[in-house]
């Protein structure tokens, strides 16, 4: 659990437990764990943000926490997802070089604004009390995702990479747990409503699991990332739905 909060979070923590590569690759069943406690940050910090602030500029305060609590990882996987699928490279290779590249490009930059906007949009329409729960859902349906895409594909490269480290013969197993762990939270705070966003978000990220083995045969640290982000973007517009269909 250690070396889960220090690879997902840039929160500090003293000593060296969690510090090694044995820790970090048995660390992928606390990532739910580790969502769920920053979850509990952002739901704090939305019910601050749009006690004080109208919702457009709230919400994007409570985005920019969202991001900052991981450092900006994800979407860092993301935009390097989005440049190597998007880049007209049918070759399997040649997608995972510039997916590697650290230069960010166009295809890069547009997923990061398309998304960036959609889930400030979608946070942006909720009231006090549906966004506090929101808010705390998210991150932990992030971290899941990542679970499910391990459980769901194979590591992409064979030279390996720090994504390869989490990949262990109890991936299947865990990404089952993070389900259910989330699922059991998602009713528990948001009732069956809550179940059915989430059931729609984990959808979304099986199909694009589907997507990351047609283009490069499996995941990659950069797709998991990626998934991430999506889980918590498919989950903002999910209760965004659900709160229009309300209204």
Do not use: N
């Not at 739901?43 to 450092?71: K, M, Q």
């Not at 808010?135 to 995702?145: D, E, I, N, T």
């Not at 490069?216 to 709160?243: H, K, N, Q, R, S």
């Amino acid at each position: 659990m250690a070396a889960a909060f220090r690879f997902l979070t840039i929160l500090p923590l003293p000593g060296r437990l969690g510090t090694t590569e044995e820790e970090l690759a048995g660390s992928v069943g606390s990532f739910p764990l580790i969502g769920l406690l920053l979850g509990l940050i952002c739901a704090a910090g939305a019910w601050v943000l749009w006690l004080v602030l109208p919702s457009l500029p709230a919400a994007v305060c409570l985005t920019l926490l969202l991001l900052a609590l991981s450092g900006g990882l994800h979407l860092d996987g993301l935009a390097d997802t989005a440049d190597g699928f998007f880049s007209a490279r049918p070759d399997r290779t040649q997608i995972l070089a510039i997916m590697r590249d650290s230069r960010i490009g166009a295809m890069g930059v547009i997923a990061l604004i398309i998304l960036l906007l959609l889930k400030t949009s979608a946070l942006a329409t909720l009231d006090r009390s549906t966004v506090v729960v929101t808010a705390l859902l998210l991150p932990l349906a992030g971290r899941s995702a990542i679970v499910l895409m391990m459980g769901l594909l194979p590591y992409a490269r064979p030279e390996g990479g720090l994504g390869g480290l989490f990949y262990t013969r109890r991936s299947r197993l865990a990404a089952l747990g993070s389900l259910a762990f989330a699922g059991l939270v998602t009713v528990w705070l948001a009732g069956t409503c809550g179940l059915g966003v989430l059931v729609f978000t984990m959808g979304t990220i099986c199909l694009f699991a589907r997507f990351c083995r047609k283009k490069i045969g499996g995941a990659t640290g950069d797709t998991l990332g990626a998934a991430c982000e999506l889980a918590e973007t498919f989950m903002a517009l999910g209760f965004a739905a659900v709160a229009g269909g309300a209204g």
